[in-house]
């Protein structure tokens, strides 16, 4: 090839690429500021999802808190002890049994317990169907008044320990009885009474 002409295809690819190289740059940058705001967008997404997420939980825990909180209140009433019962002076010249199971057959308790099914786990669900249950038949139970109060109790501990593993505490190394220590001076004895008789009453089964 001629020098001359060498050269001016040197000086046309040049001039071409004077010419092209900003365009490239701009298209390049165009394409990376896309890329970016695509990522941007999808990380927002996410962080919205996941507040969002976060939000449904922390009500759902309030919701659960507040549930499990008037669920529980007529069995606190039952295990609460006559003195300090009587100390209460909006229960004066009551009888907290009644007070419970007044309580418990109440409409608004019925609403309770309704919710509960839909808000708490199915563990807590089962657990407290297990403990209602009891109650439901316990005029047909024939069982001595202590080893029906050791079954109740065990129920109730049951409940507890599952309402404590549904807040967060799924690993939780504590057992049934160890739930039920802190307010019950007797609660090893219930326990020994309660392993001395595994064999609960059996609830009636569905009518035929």
Not at 2 to 10: G, N, T, V
Request: net charge negative; proline share 5%.
């Amino acid at each position: 090839m001629p020098p001359f002409i060498e050269k001016d295809l040197l000086e046309t690819i040049s001039a071409i690429a004077t010419l092209v190289t900003p365009v490239l740059l701009i298209c390049l940058g165009g394409i990376g500021w896309l890329i970016q705001n695509r990522i941007q967008a999808s990380q927002s997404r996410q962080e919205a999802q996941a507040t969002r997420i976060t939000d449904l939980e922390d009500k759902l825990r309030e919701d659960r808190i507040a549930t499990y909180n008037a669920l529980l209140e007529p069995f606190f009433l039952l295990l609460t002890s006559e003195a300090a019962f009587s100390l209460d002076p909006k229960y004066k010249n009551k009888k907290k049994d009644e007070i419970a199971i007044a309580r418990m057959l109440s409409v608004e308790y019925r609403q309770i317990g309704f919710k509960l099914s839909l808000v708490a786990t199915d563990a807590v669900v089962r657990a407290y169907n297990e403990l209602m249950q009891f109650f439901y038949h316990t005029d047909q139970d024939s069982r001595p008044i202590e080893e029906k109060t050791s079954h109740w109790i065990a129920l109730m501990a049951t409940l507890l320990l599952e309402i404590r593993k549904s807040m967060g505490n799924q690993s939780s190394e504590l057992d049934k009885w160890e739930m039920i220590e802190w307010f019950m001076q007797d609660a090893q004895q219930m326990k020994l009474m309660h392993e001395k008789h595994p064999h609960p009453f059996k609830f009636p089964g569905p009518a035929n």
